[in-house]
């Protein structure tokens, strides 16, 4: 004869199995990330993976990177970079004192910065000695008169592809762990 049943083991249980299946899915998704980098090979090497448990409410996987390249290689760089639409911290970017002010916000070109010091993407000081000022760099590198970092690189959007294509994955693993739990284990015998 069946006297309760123990939910609160079953609830445990059935979050301990849904925490191996979610870290098993960031752990896949961050691998995918990993092999979608393509221009700054560096970025794979500051690739985070973390595991949250909330107060048994949410179970979140996350993935992060902390390497200031990580931007460049998500949403691109220079002419060839995701616009507004596309990329959520372009407009703050070009607000702030990283942007060259010689250069135009529309065609987004790396052009040569005025003599003097500025702060680069990286935060590191540099110094423009300033004979470039206003130069198009990308075309300058495309013919190989200067260093090929100046030119433009296009986005890989490298985590929300990473994400996309393993949606199905994870949505049916998750559905796996909570079809297939034994609940019935659970009830309580007299």
Do not use: C
């Amino acid at each position: 004869m069946i006297a309760g049943y123990d939910a609160e083991r079953a609830a445990y249980d059935l979050q301990r199995s849904l925490t191996v299946e979610v870290a098993g899915l960031t752990k896949l998704v961050m691998l995918t990330a990993k092999s979608n980098i393509r221009y700054y090979p560096e970025v794979r090497n500051h690739l985070k993976m973390e595991l949250t448990n909330l107060a048994n409410r949410m179970i979140e996987g996350e993935i992060t990177a902390d390497y200031w390249q990580a931007w460049l290689e998500q949403f691109g760089k220079g002419s060839l970079m995701a616009g507004p639409s596309e990329n959520p911290g372009l407009i703050t970017y070009m607000n702030s004192e990283y942007w060259n002010r010689v250069r135009s916000k529309g065609s987004r070109v790396v052009v040569g910065r005025p003599q003097g010091t500025y702060k680069g993407i990286d935060g590191e000081v540099r110094r423009s000695g300033g004979s470039y000022i206003g130069v198009d760099l990308e075309e300058l590198a495309a013919r190989g008169d200067i260093d090929p970092s100046y030119g433009p690189t296009p986005p890989t959007f490298f985590l929300r592809i990473a994400l996309q294509s393993n949606r199905n994955r994870i949505l049916e693993g998750i559905s796996q762990v909570i079809t297939n739990f034994p609940y019935h284990k659970y009830f309580i015998q007299r």
